[in-house]
């Protein structure tokens, strides 16, 4: 198919973190460049925008950080006047708002976003206005939901009807993670037990239930080699650092912040702990599982499908319910873990492709008998 037969795409991002959305919408957009002529436009520079321009993918930066919402309404709106989309395609709660109206005021493409995990509970008040707004736009202005688990589509049934709703796994390219991987070595010496969490420090995360866990493990354990990695950085990493500081597991408690080369650290772990309260398809989990790393996690969203193994499933979200598994899993061993063929990056490419293609066919259709 020639460039100019391909189907117009545009992303809208903040790609301000290289975290789970921005991850799984590079992976995804690598893909669809073959099938697809792609524009994102990004709110925040920033990692995302640097892999994206390698591959050769259009980027347009409208920062934030100048501009207020109206004005990056107007640019937005600009930009898929000159870009003339077919299908938009947005990630997060702002950037579905921005892009729901933006197409509404100009080209009026298949609109559609991706919902990568559950709200936080317990919004502030701006927070329930916020969510408000982006569900009038999200139920009214976008043909598509795509749910990232099978937990998440039963939650976003509550309140959006079945057939606006569609169910795409998160995917990785197993094969580039493996290739691009440069090990890199914990602190802690060797021997070594080495257990990690990755994410951002945030209350969600349950950051401070790993740092009890790592106590409790000491105290219980004190002759193993115990070392204790927490990667990622966030609002709460000053209170976490002073709960470490004050932990019997203080010495052997590592902060390393944010990396770009998580992964190279992440290969060494012998565990990856989840401690969060809710996730949907977390891209860690999935990047953790194609290095071979065994993932112990909270049993919630689509986690328990994914990881298979009861012995890797936490029920009682607890720090005397993580102390159990870990102690369970040093008597009988860690055991071997693969990540399954569904949640490779073609997988997921495909599948949104299809998407794109069925909502742009009844679009075309539903015109066709309007001017009929």
Not at 37 to 63: D, F, M, S, W, Y
Not at 228 to 238: N, R, Y
Request: hydrophobic share 45%; with cysteine.
């Amino acid at each position: 198919m020639s460039a100019s037969q391909q189907m117009r795409v545009m992303h809208v991002l903040s790609g301000d973190l290289w975290a789970g959305a921005e991850v799984q919408a590079y992976t995804l957009l690598k893909q669809l460049q073959q099938v697809c002529q792609l524009c994102v436009v990004l709110l925040n520079p920033g990692r995302l925008q640097r892999e994206l321009e390698a591959l050769g993918i259009e980027v347009v930066l409208l920062n934030e950080a100048e501009l207020r919402f109206f004005g990056l309404l107007f640019r937005l709106k600009r930009e898929m006047v000159r870009f003339q989309p077919e299908v938009v395609h947005s990630h997060r709660q702002k950037e579905n708002v921005l892009a729901s109206l933006a197409n509404l005021a100009s080209v009026r493409a298949v609109c559609l976003q991706t919902v990568h995990g559950s709200a936080e509970f317990n919004p502030s008040v701006k927070q329930r206005i916020q969510g408000a707004l982006e569900w009038c736009c999200s139920r009214y202005l976008q043909r598509a939901l795509i749910a990232v688990s099978a937990p998440l589509k039963l939650q976003l049934s509550r309140h959006y009807p079945e057939r606006q709703l569609a169910l795409i796994f998160n995917g990785i390219d197993v094969a580039e993670i493996r290739e691009q991987l440069e090990p890199k070595s914990l602190p802690g010496g060797e021997p070594a037990l080495h257990l990690g969490i990755v994410g951002r420090l945030q209350p969600v995360k349950r950051v401070d239930l790993f740092i009890e866990l790592a106590e409790r493990l000491v105290e219980e354990f004190p002759t193993q080699p115990w070392q204790f990695h927490i990667f990622g950085d966030g609002p709460l990493k000053e209170s976490l650092q002073a709960q470490a500081e004050r932990s019997q597991a203080a010495s052997r408690l590592h902060f390393h912040g944010h990396s770009d080369q998580v992964r190279d650290y992440m290969s060494q772990l012998d565990l990856l702990v989840m401690t969060s309260d809710h996730e949907g398809l977390p891209m860690v989990a999935l990047e953790a599982l194609a290095l071979e790393v065994p993932v112990l996690a909270h049993a919630v969203g689509a986690l328990p499908e994914l990881i298979g193994n009861p012995n890797l499933l936490v029920e009682q979200h607890t720090v005397d319910g993580y102390y159990q598994k870990v102690a369970q899993l040093l008597e009988s061993g860690l055991p071997a873990v693969k990540l399954a063929e569904a949640y490779s990056a073609r997988s997921n490419a495909e599948q949104t492709f299809e998407l794109y293609q069925r909502l742009f066919a009844e679009r075309l259709f539903a015109k066709q008998k309007g001017s009929g």
